[in-house]
């Protein structure tokens, strides 16, 4: 099935940086996910947004949803040891319900 | 906090045996999603129902993968015969609805041998 196309695929940062990731698709989505995952569980929704240009924060989390509706970013700012894991975006195409498609993933590790 | 409970975690087989998981959503929720999350990227929906109804199952291998959902609450996801490329993190989310925010529960990794 169709995935979304996430970059970078992995990042090994130190403690204390800021981290960005983003998402990429041909096609338009009307909606915008991010999620973490931990090794082993289900993913954990972080962050939603609902319209084209949408800037939104979580704490150190902020998302964007891009002006052409074709993409997303995804900001960690001062990254702590806890933000280990794998990011996935996640978008929900215009003219469908409720179906979502994933990203490849960002796997994120940070070193002290 | 109300989540989404899922059994078992794990779960070894040889191949040509059955397998079946299990999934409770949140109470309350009508939406209920099946994925599949092969090791190293993202998941993939499987099926989806609302209450008792199948309303996406496109993507499910119908040859030897079922899915039930027959009082609208709990659900039900079974691989027969499970077949090497089955091995994989079987995820279920649900929602309150239909295009609402989706809460995934923990997952059963199949590993079949």
């Known amino acids: 099935g169709q995935q979304l196309n996430q970059s970078p695929q992995s990042m090994f940062i130190q403690e204390g940086e800021d981290v960005s990731m983003n998402c990429t698709s041909s096609?338009?989505?009307?909606?915008w996910l991010w999620y973490k995952q931990d090794p082993g569980e289900g993913p954990v929704l972080l962050i939603a947004l609902y319209k084209a240009g949408e800037l939104t924060s979580n704490g150190r989390l902020t998302a964007q949803f891009g002006i052409t509706r074709k993409d997303s970013f995804l900001n960690i700012s001062a990254s702590i040891p806890s933000d280990v894991g794998i990011y996935f975006c996640?978008?929900?195409?215009?003219?469908?319900?409720?179906?979502?498609?994933f990203g490849t993933g960002t796997r994120l590790q940070v070193t002290l | 906090e109300a989540e989404v409970a899922q059994s078992p975690r794990y779960k070894i087989t040889e191949k040509s045996q059955a397998v079946a998981f299990w999934c409770d959503p949140i109470?309350?929720?009508?939406?209920l999603y099946w994925y599949r999350q092969i090791l190293g990227q993202g998941p993939e929906l499987l099926v989806q129902?609302?209450?008792?109804?199948?309303?996406?199952d496109s993507q499910l291998p119908k040859d030897r993968f079922s899915a039930e959902r027959l009082k609208g609450v709990d659900s039900t996801l079974k691989i027969q015969p499970a077949e090497l490329g089955d091995s994989a993190m079987y995820l279920c989310?649900?929602?309150?609805?239909?295009?609402?925010?989706?809460?995934f529960g923990p997952g059963t990794r199949l590993l079949v041998l």
């Open positions: 129902f609302q209450d008792e109804s199948v309303v996406d």
């Open positions: 109470s309350g929720h009508a939406t």
């Open positions: 096609s338009i989505f009307n909606t």
């Open positions: 996640a978008g929900r195409l215009t003219g469908t319900a409720s179906k979502l498609t």
């Open positions: 989310a649900s929602s309150p609805s239909s295009g609402e925010t989706q809460y």
